[in-house]
């Protein structure tokens, strides 16, 4: 395993689950990673307690669960790549090609091609799964690697395992603990790559080999600091030079970078951000309180209530007026 210098640093914890039933915290570990041969409980379930926090996104899900009790598994995980950062503890997976040991501060892929053993023992572990069809289909498009297969689970630098680290950290803190981000097809469908993009990054595999070691497509830095600026921003009256200053780029710089990296301009990623808002604001907002469609698009700066209620239409399929009355 590569030893990070600097132990990954804990995410927030915040339980939405919790039990000291063996047999249904067995339970919920099947269910929501997937593992399909089973799961073996310690044999003194007086002692025992699990915790577990879960949040769902399109296409990927970060789970993470904190138990004190010696647990065993038997995989492999169905239709699923999963990366799991281990904070406290430890975890074993053995395989017939694989004997991996992990502790605090490491990042790994499960084995995901063939049947495993796995044992976790007083673990706090977070694990990042991605749905394998799209990630395979994502490869396929940005490498023309048909055929994607993993050759390896260890990161290949502690480099990697940070950019890893803070591509999850990211996605966790600005679109699955963001209610409008988790409404927003967008935004939902801009972290599921971000997310593959990693992956492929940061483990051995057939896409980054056919690519010399590089995977095409993968965001810059310039790129993520000004979508964060603008979805942090979008209630601002901002304009591109804002967003280039915030990007710490020219103008001219920013715009081509977008084009070549989402085929967008930053400010039309700036409309569909402020678009996915004002659908929030529509959702909650009640007509006997005084919402009306002409406020709310005026809030995220549709000036125009008849365009921006045709704008609507196409992206969500509906009038804004029907979705503020449902």
Known sequence: ????????????????????????????????????????????????????????????????????????YRGPQGGVYCIDQVYRGRVGFLTSRHDLRAVAGEVFLVPNDEPWEAATDDVDVAGMMLDRERVAAYAASVSGSEDLTFTGLDP????AAHFWDATVAHVRDTVLDDAVARESPLVQGEAFRMLAAALLTTFPNTARAAEGGRVPRVEPAVVRRAAQFMDEHAHDAIGLEDVAAAARVSPRALQ???????????????RRVRMARAHQDLRDGDPTRGDTVAEIAARWGFGNAGRFSGEYRRVHGCSPNETLRR
């Open 256 to 270: 081509m970078a977008f084009r070549r990296h989402r085929d967008q301009t930053p400010l039309e990623y700036l």
């Open 156 to 159: 290949v630098s502690p480099g």
């Open 1 to 72: 395993m590569t030893v990070v210098d600097d132990a990954l640093a804990p995410a927030p914890w915040r339980p939405g689950f919790a039990t000291t039933d063996p047999d249904h915290a067995a339970q919920v570990i099947r269910d929501s990673y997937q593992i399909s041969r089973g799961v073996r409980m310690p044999a003194r379930p007086e002692d025992f307690h699990f915790a577990q926090q879960m949040q769902d996104g399109d296409g990927f899900a970060l789970g993470r669960f904190r138990c004190p009790s010696p647990i065993g």
